[in-house]
């Protein structure tokens, strides 16, 4: 049988949540790529792809703060 002190688990818990919450983050970064190489030579475009950007550092960075 495994035992593992308390503080090792929390840490492993971190770490698969962190695992789980990546992969939806992969999945929309993915499907934004079409958008990004598209977007910048339209009216406006730039901006909305800056806007994909922005959106999608802060989900990261809020997923990476909340994994401490």
């Known amino acids: 049988m495994l035992h593992a002190s308390p503080?090792?688990?929390?840490?492993?818990?971190?770490?698969l949540l962190v695992a789980l919450a990546i992969?939806?983050?992969?999945?929309v970064t993915?499907?934004?790529?079409p958008a990004l190489t598209v977007l910048p030579f339209s009216r406006q475009g730039a901006e909305r792809a800056l806007l994909l950007m922005t959106s999608i550092r802060e989900h990261t960075r809020t997923l990476l703060a909340g994994s401490r």
């Open 7 to 15: 503080a090792a688990l929390t840490r492993l818990q971190r770490v």
């Open 23 to 27: 992969l939806p983050l992969l999945l």
């Open 30 to 33: 993915a499907a934004t790529v």
